[in-house]
């Protein structure tokens, strides 16, 4: 069955950066584009970046433009989001996501906080 896995969220200082990992297993990782979402308490998910199959092509929100960087590696059946420049707006709960066949995989999600 389709599996994501999350990891590398914690508690960071503003300014600063971490980089998300999620691991994909049970289909073919690099015939799908993939994506990061987050969701911060009483606010709606938000779509942060997505990748193409290639990983050639990718877009992000406005918000986290020149911040962030969406990348994959399709031998590791690996997203990653590497988040610089970080500030207390971005605190939530960032999850990956594939529409498979007309369906949506979400993995569990791993907390971001930012605070000083």
């Known amino acids: 069955q389709v599996q994501l896995v999350e990891s590398g969220g914690g508690l960071v200082q503003p300014g600063g950066s971490l980089r998300l990992s999620c691991v994909a297993s049970g289909f073919t990782f690099r015939r799908y584009p993939m994506s990061w979402y987050r969701q911060a308490p009483g606010k709606e998910r938000e779509l942060v970046a997505t990748t193409s199959r290639s990983g050639g092509d990718t877009n992000y929100a406005d918000s986290v433009k020149g911040r962030f960087t969406i990348s994959r590696d399709n031998d590791k059946n690996t997203v990653y989001l590497q988040m610089n420049s970080l500030t207390p707006e971005d605190t939530a709960l960032y999850s990956c996501?594939?529409?498979?066949?007309?369906?949506?995989?979400w993995g569990q999600g791993t907390q971001v906080t930012v605070s000083s």
């Open positions: 996501h594939a529409a498979i066949q007309y369906r949506d995989y």
